[in-house]
């Protein structure tokens, strides 16, 4: 498969989120490359039993929806992001469907608490229609039975799907189905960032997209519900007859934060979703409720999200909170604040050397075919990030991070699928060694930070990997950097060539073995570290 770059704005699909903020705009409850070498997708195997199957115990809460589609009509183009799909190499098509109902916002009577023990009720009821993008195996064959359904990030005014995006390659393996949904009305109706303003369903096709409407961001909450009990119950329209075993949620940054509020107020009540992937969050929650855009003073019957806030420990399907450099300590997200501890169902994984957006989802990721080309660019990127992205429309002033995300995310969805099917818990996985201050890390003689989710990346390393210390405006932030090593300092860490490749490829089994990484993907990253003698 190949991803391929079609407009030249920055991707954003690195979920950007903005300090001050969760959304991207007013919370209105008011309406207003490289050829393919092989066709045929390496093949994790698939198990063959679930714990949480077929069908979610408490799905009959929620309401029913009426699907329209294939979508076809207006430009003839599927509007997402800055970018095609290309899958019939692999084997996989990409549809898009218009889903229709009757949408409740929720409210509380008291104030959100930290504990995520919240207790809501419903508030209003909305009429919708919104879009859903579902990417899909042809065959029964190739299908593994799990679905899964991304909450959009909007921060960039536009739909994206970051976690897709960072993770496709194991998607692809594995044989499952992913599904976008446009939850929030940035996406569908505008009024978000200037900067993706041009990719808004209805202002880019609006006779394709002119029957949308998304009555606010109050709604999201319970449109998601039903995108994905969509998914169970009418799989023969939107999955072309595939049976999903397992469907897991996904949400990223803005939406991490949205997937925060969710599990705390409305998973309790609809029992949709097999488990839970919350990437790349910070130390806040969504708002709940806003009459028009929650701003202080506000309204007196705003329900905002709490600056931090915990999933509530009583849910009894898996969730795996996710963490980047970035998002643990520094002044953007402070996830550290929200810590909480792994459970029989909440495991969270910190990944050192890594930033919130990167090397890889700000380019190498746009060329990737799956295939290893992908994996040498990101090898080489440890000596040659770049300081701007997509043509210089964003400028950075240090090199942007060239870590490891892409591969402890692809094994991170894996083991949450196999914590779904088989009810066996991911590792607990070590904790970065933040300071006391919580501005930064505890560093290793090289500049990598200590304790983590470790790989070849920062055990090995070529360079000092940061998700903080970037300079430049605009989402330059959540970049991170890369100080790539001198030719001095490379021969003093390996004094020959085959001193580095025999302690990377050792580093590298060592990642596979405490699941960092995936073998699969290991095979590449040493073939990548074998070209260390042609630097």
């Not at 594995?174 to 939850?183: H, K, Y």
């Not at 940061?466 to 950097?481: D, H, N, P, V």
Request: proline residues 5%.
């Amino acid at each position: 498969m190949k991803i391929r770059g079609l407009f030249i704005i920055p991707i954003l699909t690195v979920g950007l989120v903005s300090c001050s903020s969760d959304d991207s705009t007013s919370d209105s409850s008011v309406a207003s490359g490289d050829s393919v070498v092989s066709t045929e997708a390496p093949v994790t195997e698939a198990p063959t039993t679930t714990i949480f199957a077929p069908e979610p115990t408490a799905m009959t809460d929620v309401g029913e929806t009426t699907v329209e589609g294939p979508v076809t009509g207006g430009g003839g183009q599927i509007i997402f992001g800055t970018s095609a799909f290309d899958g019939a190499a692999y084997g996989y098509t990409e549809e898009e469907y218009f889903i229709a109902g009757t949408a409740t916002s929720f409210t509380s009577a008291e104030p959100l608490s930290q504990d995520g023990m919240w207790n809501v009720t419903p508030k209003d009821t909305a009429e919708y229609k919104t879009r859903i993008l579902v990417r899909r195996p042809t065959t029964a064959a190739k299908f593994s039975g799990t679905v899964y359904v991304e909450w959009l990030n909007v921060t960039a005014g536009l739909d994206t799907g970051p976690t897709w995006s960072l993770s496709w390659v194991e998607m692809l393996r594995q044989g499952a189905a992913w599904v976008g949904v446009s939850t929030q009305r940035v996406g569908v109706e505008g009024g978000g960032n200037k900067m993706g303003e041009f990719r808004v369903l209805k202002i880019a096709d609006p006779e394709r997209y002119g029957s949308l409407n998304h009555p606010g961001d109050n709604y999201s909450y319970d449109i998601f519900s039903q995108a994905g009990a969509t998914v169970w119950r009418q799989p023969d329209v939107i999955l072309g007859g595939l049976e999903p075993t397992a469907v897991i949620a996904a949400g990223e940054s803005q939406s991490a934060f949205r997937m925060t509020s969710y599990l705390d107020a409305v998973a309790p009540m609809h029992d949709v979703y097999s488990g839970y992937l919350v990437h790349s969050r910070g130390a806040r929650a969504a708002n709940l409720y806003c009459a028009t855009n929650c701003a202080d003073p506000g309204d007196a019957s705003d329900v905002k999200g709490p600056d931090v806030a915990l999933i509530r420990t009583d849910l009894k399907r898996p969730v795996l909170n996710f963490s980047t450099e970035t998002d643990v300590v520094g002044t953007n997200l402070g996830y550290r604040k929200a810590e909480q501890p792994d459970t029989d169902f909440f495991r969270s994984w910190e990944t050192t050397g890594t930033a919130h957006g990167d090397a890889y989802s700000l380019g190498i990721g746009d060329s990737d075919t799956g295939t290893g080309n992908g994996d040498m660019a990101l090898f080489d990127a440890q000596s040659g990030a770049p300081t701007s992205v997509y043509m210089g429309i964003i400028e950075c002033g240090l090199p942007i991070n060239a870590g490891p995300h892409t591969y402890v995310l692809r094994s991170a969805i894996h083991s949450l699928d196999q914590w779904v099917r088989t009810g066996t818990p991911p590792a607990s996985m070590p904790k970065l060694e933040n300071n006391a201050d919580l501005t930064g890390y505890n560093l290793d003689a090289q500049g990598n930070a200590l304790g983590g989710i470790r790989t070849p990346y920062v055990d090995v390393p070529l360079a000092a990997l940061s998700g903080l210390g970037q300079e430049g405006g605009s989402f330059c932030g959540l970049f991170g950097t890369t100080r790539s090593f001198t030719a001095d300092e490379l021969s003093a860490l390996y004094p020959t060539a085959d001193d580095f490749i025999a302690k990377w490829n050792a580093a590298t089994d060592a990642a596979v073995e405490s699941g960092a990484i995936l073998a699969v993907d290991a095979e590449n990253i040493k073939a990548a570290g074998a070209t260390y003698a042609a630097r």
